[in-house]
C-alpha cells in the first residue's frame, strides 16, 4: 500500500506555544487528507478534512483556531496546535487519500504532551 | 447516518483458540470496509479490506474476515489466536461520498497464555 509519513512521533511542549505537525504522502499524490485525534482507549475522531489548496473542513465542535490545518501541496498537510494547553494532549493521526481512490493510507500517529 | 458498530468493548480469548470480533455496518451503496489493529502508543494497522468480491477476505497475519451482507456484518476472525494479538481492534468504512473513513468504536482484544 501506500505510504504516509507523519512527523514527529512525539513531542512534548510548554503550555501556550504552538506545535506543528507534518502528514507526507511518500509515493502518491493525496487530493484530500484527515486529521483524526483519539484519546487514551478511545475511537479516532476525525477532526478535520483538506482537499489540496482548499480550506480545510472542520468536524462539529473542532476548534478552527486552534487546530490549524494547512494542505499546501499534493503531498504535504501540517496541523498546528496553537496555544497549547494539557487538555489538547492527545494522540494525533493523520490519513492520505488519492484521487478516485477507495481507502485512505494512515500515519504513524504524533503524540502530544502539553505541560 | 452511516456508521459502523463494534458491539463488544472487549473480547477475552485463550491463545491457540479461534477468536471473533464483530462488526456491522449501514452503510448506504456498496461498503467498503476495513480492519485495523492497533498496539499501544502506535499507530493504525491495516489488517485487511472489503471492496468487492469473494466475500472471504484474507489480510495480514492470518486474519480474515467475512462480508456478509444479509447480516450486514464484516466480523473479524482468525483459527488460532496469538498472545501477541493482543490488541485493540477497529473495523471502518471509506465514506466515498464525503472521501473520509469513519470508525467502530473499537474492541480490545487480550488473548492469555
Known amino acids: 500500500g501506500a505510504v504516509v509519513s507523519q512527523h514527529p512521533s512525539w513531542v512534548i511542549c510548554k503550555s501556550g506555544t504552538s506545535v506543528k505537525i507534518e502528514c507526507r504522502s511518500l509515493?502518491?499524490?493525496?487530493?484530500?487528507m484527515f486529521w483524526y485525534r483519539q484519546f487514551p482507549k478511545q475511537s479516532l475522531m476525525l477532526m478535520a478534512t483538506s482537499n489540496e489548496g482548499s480550506k480545510a473542513t472542520y468536524e462539529q465542535g473542532v476548534e478552527k483556531d486552534k487546530f490549524l490545518i494547512n494542505h499546501a501541496s499534493l503531498t504535504l498537510s501540517t496541523l498546528t496546535v496553537t496555544s497549547a494547553h494539557p487538555e489538547d494532549s492527545s494522540f494525533y493521526i493523520c490519513?492520505?487519500?488519492?484521487?478516485?481512490?477507495?481507502?485512505?493510507?494512515f500515519g504513524q500517529g504524533t503524540r502530544l504532551t502539553v505541560v | 447516518a452511516q456508521s459502523v458498530a463494534q458491539p463488544e468493548d472487549q473480547v477475552n480469548v485463550a491463545e491457540g483458540n479461534p477468536l471473533t470480533v464483530k462488526c456491522t455496518y449501514s452503510v448506504s451503496g456498496n461498503p467498503y470496509l476495513f480492519w485495523y489493529v492497533q498496539y499501544p502508543n502506535r499507530g493504525l494497522q491495516f489488517l485487511l479490506k472489503y471492496i468487492t468480491g469473494d466475500n472471504l477476505v484474507k489480510g495480514s497475519y492470518g486474519f480474515e474476515a467475512e462480508f456478509n451482507k444479509s447480516q450486514t456484518s464484516f466480523h473479524l476472525k482468525k483459527p488460532s489466536a496469538l498472545v501477541s494479538d493482543s490488541a485493540l481492534y477497529f473495523c471502518a468504512f471509506f465514506h466515498t461520498g464525503g472521501f473520509k473513513t469513519i470508525f467502530g468504536a473499537g474492541t480490545r482484544l487480550f488473548v492469555k497464555a
Open positions: 490519513s492520505a487519500a488519492g484521487r478516485g481512490t477507495t481507502e485512505a493510507f
Open positions: 509515493d502518491f499524490q493525496a487530493t484530500t
